[in-house]
């Protein structure tokens, strides 16, 4: 009887252990101007409320329409140097250093054109040459200067994350939930997903990259410990005059890149850097964004042009599977 009784309840520890290892938990946080999910299996409510805070005092720090917000700070300076947080220090030099290596494609000063489009709340507006030659004038990420703990970013010039926030949110709650001792979640942040290790059944994780033509999948991917982020002209655009005008902006003309590429999905163990490839590889065009993969390296991308063809680079071919069964391999 005894040995039943211990029996029993190493099987009642075995489930329950199993039950908490497994066990589930889903959040919807809306912030950055997005719908985000956070899925974590094995942690507790409590995990899920930081996860929580946490986005919260992202987008408090970053946004550039909030006034109380660092990034608004920074662009009232004035020209004066002033101390930042960490995580503003590390955003800014991350994003300068992808605006060094993508040639400009990625500039966190476009802020003004990126206003003047009505990108940054307000209308939706096409503005002419001459205005956006005057806009440009105040663009260029490389004057902004940086020392320890401090930015200073010279007077008229304004900074905004759009292009890679999320990115970096998706890498500090990665961080967070590895230092909560959870080993398997994903989170979807607008066009962003982000997962941590495997799935608990210990298969990757399915992301479903979304077909720039339609409602539907472009194809599937199978990832773990990654980050899959895509820019597409298709997430935020308006019409005028029977023209389609989408977000994701040309520094070299201040107007919507039309490289030829319709959507860029990059998968990379950074969050921040994907987000920021993303968007740099959508305004390069297929030939330099391929270019770019080669050279750097670091990264895998699914490029798909507005003739619809889909090119994948090597080192994830094998995990992506299109739903029409066409692409082209990157070698
Ligand atoms: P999403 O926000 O839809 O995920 P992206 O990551 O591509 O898309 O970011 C696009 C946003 O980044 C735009 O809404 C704009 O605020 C900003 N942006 C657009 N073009 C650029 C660029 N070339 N460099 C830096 N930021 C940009
Ligand atoms: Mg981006």
Same mark, same amino acid.
Request: contains cysteine; negative net charge.
């Given at each position: 009887?005894?040995?039943?009784?211990?029996?029993?309840?190493?099987?009642?520890?075995?489930?329950?252990?199993?039950?908490?290892?497994?066990?589930?938990?889903?959040?919807?946080?809306?912030?950055?101007?997005?719908?985000?999910?956070?899925?974590?299996?094995?942690?507790?409510?409590?995990?899920?409320?930081?996860?929580?805070?946490?986005?919260?005092?992202?987008?408090?720090?970053?946004?550039?329409?909030?006034?109380?917000?660092?990034?608004?700070? =920074?662009?009232?300076? *004035?020209?004066?140097?002033?101390?930042?947080?960490?995580?503003?220090? *590390?955003?800014?030099?991350?994003?300068?250093?992808?605006?060094?290596?993508?040639?400009?494609?990625?500039?966190?000063?476009?802020? @003004?054109?990126?206003?003047?489009?009505?990108?940054?709340?307000?209308? *939706?507006?096409? @503005?002419?040459?001459?205005?956006?030659?005057?806009?440009?004038?105040?663009?260029?990420?490389?004057?902004?200067?940086?020392?320890?703990?401090?930015?200073?970013?010279?007077?008229?010039?304004?900074?905004?994350?759009?292009?890679? %926030?999320?990115?970096? %949110?998706?890498?500090?709650?990665?961080?967070?939930?590895?230092?909560?001792?959870?080993?398997?979640? =994903?989170?979807?942040?607008?066009?962003?997903?982000?997962?941590?290790?495997?799935? @608990?059944?210990?298969?990757?994780?399915?992301? !479903?990259?979304?077909?720039?033509?339609?409602?539907?999948?472009?194809?599937?991917?199978?990832?773990?410990?990654?980050?899959?982020?895509?820019?597409?002209?298709?997430?935020?655009?308006?019409?005028?005059?029977?023209?389609?005008?989408?977000?994701? /902006?040309?520094?070299?003309?201040?107007?919507? %890149?039309?490289?030829?590429?319709?959507?860029?999905? /990059?998968?990379?163990?950074?969050?921040?850097? %994907?987000?920021?490839?993303?968007?740099?590889?959508?305004?390069?065009?297929?030939?330099?964004? /391929?270019?770019?993969?080669?050279?750097?390296?670091?990264?895998? !991308?699914?490029?798909?042009?507005?003739?619809?063809?889909?090119?994948?680079?090597?080192?994830?071919?094998?995990?992506?599977? @299109?739903?029409?069964?066409?692409?082209? =391999? =990157?070698?």
């Amino acid at each position: 009887m005894k040995r039943i009784i211990t029996f029993t309840l190493l099987i009642c520890f075995l489930l329950s252990g199993c039950t908490k290892q497994n066990s589930k938990l889903t959040k919807t946080v809306l912030a950055m101007d997005t719908v985000m999910t956070l899925t974590i299996y094995g942690g507790t409510e409590q995990h899920m409320d930081e996860a929580g805070q946490l986005i919260k005092e992202l987008d408090d720090l970053l946004s550039a329409t909030k006034d109380s917000s660092e990034t608004n700070l =920074i662009n009232t300076s *004035h020209g004066a140097s002033i101390s930042v947080s960490d995580k503003m220090m *590390h955003l800014i030099r991350r994003s300068v250093e992808l605006g060094d290596s993508t040639n400009g494609a990625l500039d966190i000063t476009l802020t @003004p054109v990126i206003r003047a489009w009505g990108f940054l709340g307000g209308d *939706h507006r096409v @503005p002419d040459d001459s205005e956006l030659q005057t806009l440009l004038e105040k663009v260029d990420y490389s004057k902004i200067q940086t020392g320890d703990g401090t930015v200073a970013l010279p007077e008229g010039m304004e900074i905004s994350f759009g292009a890679v %926030a999320k990115g970096y %949110a998706g890498d500090l709650l990665m961080e967070l939930f590895s230092s909560q001792g959870i080993e398997s979640a =994903i989170v979807t942040l607008g066009g962003n997903v982000q997962a941590l290790g495997l799935k @608990p059944d210990g298969s990757k994780w399915n992301v !479903a990259v979304q077909d720039p033509f339609s409602d539907g999948t472009l194809g599937m991917l199978q990832v773990d410990d990654k980050a899959v982020v895509t820019s597409g002209g298709y997430e935020r655009y308006f019409e005028q005059d029977g023209e389609t005008y989408w977000h994701i /902006i040309d520094p070299a003309t201040g107007k919507p %890149a039309g490289s030829g590429l319709v959507s860029v999905t /990059i998968v990379c163990d950074s969050g921040v850097t %994907a987000d920021g490839l993303s968007t740099a590889l959508f305004v390069m065009g297929l030939e330099d964004a /391929i270019e770019y993969w080669k050279t750097n390296g670091g990264f895998d !991308a699914v490029l798909v042009t507005d003739d619809g063809s889909v090119y994948v680079t090597k080192g994830i071919a094998g995990d992506f599977e @299109p739903e029409n069964g066409q692409m082209q =391999i =990157i070698e």
